[in-house]
C-alpha cells in the first residue's frame, strides 16, 4: 500500500480564509433561476415563489457569497428590465443562452432570496452592451438610501432599505468571442477604469473585480491581465480567474491531476499582479476572485448548451456529476484553500440545475449531485488559518487534455503527488482534506501536526465508490454520499488514516 507522510505546524499558516472563499453563482441560465430558486407554482414554494426545498440544500451546501445575474447573460442584461412591477416587465431574447428571459425574478428578489439563504450578493454589472453609466445608476438603485430618483425607485418598487451590495464584478469574460461586445484588453481597461471610478463615487465603500482571462488556455492569457491591471490597478481590488476541467480525453489519471493547474493558475495571476505592482512601486496587493470554477464537460456543447425555437428556461447544462467528477472537483477545493492568502473569494459555477450541485425536476423533487458533498464539507468546515504542509508521497505524471475552440492542448504533469491535502486550523479544531488519487491502491497517511497536543476525532467521513461512473439521480439520489472512515488512529499529535483508493476524505479534530 503506498504512503504519505504529512508533516504540518500550528504556526505557520498560509493565510486565513476569507469568508467570501466559499461562493456559489446563479445566472439567468437554463433552469438555475427559473424552476430552481425561484418557481412560484411549486408546492414548497414561498409567497415570494421561492422553492422551499432548494433553500433548505443550499443551506446544507453552506455558500456565503452568491453572484449574480451572469455570466454570459450579463453582458446583454439591461437591470431596469428586472425591477418593478412584474406584469410590467418585458419578455427579451437572451442571446448568450439563445432564451426568452421573461424578467420575472431580478434583483430585488435576488436580494430577498440572498437573505433568506443567509448569503453576502456578489452584483456583476454588464459592460458588453452597456457600459459605465448604467454600472453607476444599479449601485445608486442597490445601495444609496434615497432622495434621488433612482434610490426612490427602489423604495417605490418595495424596498425602502438600501441593499448595501458591497461586492461587485466588472463584466464577464470581457476577453472571450463569445461574449456580447467583446473588448480588446485596451478597451476594457479603459471602460472597467471609468466604471470602476464612477460607481465607487456614488458608494466608496463598494470592492471591484475586474475581469481576467476566462480560461488559462486563452491565447491572450497573461498578457490580458497585465494591460487591464495596468489601466484599473487604482481602481479594483481584485481580478478574476475562471476554470472549468474536464475529463474529454477519458484519461482518469490526468483528470485528478488538473487541479494542480489551478494552483499554477493561481500562481501565474498572483506573480503578473505582483509584477503590475512592482512596477508602480506599489505595495497594493490585488487579491484573486476564482469567481467561476467547476467541473464542465459534457454539457458544453451541441444541443445541451443551447436549444432551438427561444424557449423559457431550457433545461441546457445540466451536467449529471459522477464519483469521478466529485474528486476533481474535491482536488479543486484544496487548490483553493492552499492559496488563502490571496484568494479572497471564489465562486462554485453553479448553483442549481445549470452544471450544479443541487438537482430539481420542475413541479417535482430536488436533490444532491456527487460534487455537492466536497463543497458542502469545504463550505462548512473550510473556515480558518490554512497550515502549511510538507508533503512526502509517492507522484505519477499525467498529461491534461484541454480543448481551446478548434485547437488541442496538451498540459504535461510530470509530478503528481498522489496525495493532495488541505490543513484547516479552526478555533479549536484541525481539519484535513485530502484526496486520495491513486485510482487501484489505498492509501496510508502518517500526520504530525506539530504544536497541536492533544488531538481528538470529531469526525471522520470519506466519499468513494468502486465504480467512478456512479451518479446520484432522482430515482437513486443516494447512490453517492459520504460514510465514515474507520480505523483512524490518533496519538497525541499524531494521525494514521488509510484512505481508499480514489477517494475524498475529510478529518475533523478537537485542537487544544
Ligand atoms: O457558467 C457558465 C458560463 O461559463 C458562464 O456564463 C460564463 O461566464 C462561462 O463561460
Redesign the pocket.
Given at each position: 500500500m503506498p504512503s504519505s507522510k504529512v508533516l504540518l505546524d500550528r504556526d505557520f499558516a498560509i493565510g486565513t480564509t476569507d469568508r467570501r472563499l466559499f461562493g456559489a453563482?446563479v445566472?439567468h441560465?437554463g433552469r438555475c433561476v427559473y424552476g430552481g430558486i425561484y418557481e412560484p407554482d411549486h408546492p414548497s414554494a414561498d409567497e415570494r415563489g421561492f422553492r422551499g426545498d432548494v433553500l433548505k440544500l443550499v443551506r446544507e451546501l453552506g455558500p456565503t457569497i452568491v453572484r449574480y445575474p451572469?455570466?454570459?447573460?450579463v453582458s446583454g442584461y439591461d437591470w431596469e428590465d428586472g425591477v418593478g412591477p412584474v406584469e410590467k416587465r418585458p419578455r427579451r431574447l437572451d442571446l448568450?443562452?439563445q432564451s426568452i428571459e421573461p424578467n420575472t425574478f431580478g434583483t430585488n428578489e435576488f436580494m430577498d432570496w440572498c437573505r433568506l439563504a443567509n448569503v453576502e450578493p456578489m452584483l456583476a454589472v454588464n459592460l458588453g452592451t452597456r457600459g459605465p453609466d448604467a454600472a453607476r445608476r444599479l449601485v445608486e438603485y442597490c445601495n444609496h438610501p434615497g432622495g434621488t430618483t433612482l434610490s426612490d425607485l427602489r423604495r417605490e418598487h418595495g424596498w425602502p432599505e438600501p441593499h448595501d451590495v458591497k461586492f461587485w464584478c466588472l463584466g464577464?469574460?470581457m476577453d472571450?468571442p463569445?461574449q456580447m461586445e467583446r473588448k480588446t484588453p485596451v478597451e476594457y481597461g479603459r471602460v472597467a477604469t471609468e466604471a470602476a471610478k464612477m460607481m465607487k463615487m456614488v458608494d466608496p465603500s463598494i470592492e471591484l473585480a475586474v475581469c481576467g482571462s476566462?480560461a488559462r488556455t486563452m491565447p491572450t492569457f497573461g498578457e490580458w491581465e497585465r494591460i487591464v491591471l495596468e489601466h484599473t490597478f487604482d481602481h479594483v481590488e481584485y481580478i478574476s480567474l475562471?476554470t472549468?476541467l474536464n475529463n474529454y480525453a477519458e484519461d482518469t489519471a490526468a483528470f485528478l491531476a488538473s487541479p494542480d493547474l489551478m494552483d499554477s493558475f493561481i500562481e501565474e495571476v498572483v506573480a503578473i499582479a505582483d509584477a503590475v505592482a512592482a512596477e508602480r512601486r506599489s505595495s497594493k496587493r490585488i487579491m484573486l476572485s476564482f469567481d467561476?470554477w467547476?467541473v464542465?464537460y459534457r454539457t458544453r456543447r451541441g444541443d445541451t448548451r443551447v436549444r432551438e425555437g427561444w424557449p423559457v428556461a431550457p433545461p441546457i447544462?445540466e451536467e449529471v456529476y459522477t464519483m469521478e467528477d466529485a474528486l476533481a472537483f474535491g482536488g479543486a477545493c484544496i487548490a483553493l484553500l492552499n492559496h488563502a492568502d490571496r484568494v479572497r473569494a471564489a465562486c462554485l459555477?453553479?448553483l442549481v440545475n445549470?452544471?450544479a450541485p443541487i438537482m430539481t425536476q420542475t413541479g417535482g423533487a430536488a436533490w444532491r449531485q456527487t460534487i455537492f458533498w466536497p463543497f458542502a464539507d469545504f463550505a462548512n468546515l473550510g473556515h480558518g488559518k490554512v497550515l502549511r504542509t510538507q508533503i512526502d508521497c509517492p507522484t505519477y505524471s499525467a498529461t491534461y487534455y484541454d480543448p481551446r475552440g478548434k485547437e488541442d492542448l496538451y498540459f504535461p504533469l510530470p509530478e503528481v503527488p498522489y496525495l493532495k491535502l488541505a490543513a484547516i486550523h479552526g478555533d479549536d479544531t484541525l481539519t484535513l482534506f485530502a484526496l486520495n488519487r491513486h485510482l487501484d491502491e489505498p492509501m496510508r497517511i502518517n500526520v504530525s501536526a506539530r504544536g497541536f497536543s492533544e488531538l481528538a476525532l470529531e469526525r471522520a467521513q470519506t466519499l468513494h465508490n468502486g465504480d467512478l461512473r456512479a451518479a446520484n439521480t432522482q430515482d437513486d439520489p443516494d447512490r453517492v454520499r459520504p460514510e465514515a472512515l474507520q480505523g483512524v488512529e490518533i496519538r497525541g499529535s499524531e494521525l494514521v488514516a488509510t484512505l481508499p483508493a480514489a477517494s475524498w476524505t475529510v478529518l475533523r479534530m478537537r485542537a487544544r
Open positions: 453563482f445566472e441560465l451572469g455570466g454570459n447573460f448568450a443562452w464577464n469574460e472571450g463569445w476566462s475562471h472549468y467561476e467547476n464542465w447544462l459555477a453553479q445549470a452544471i
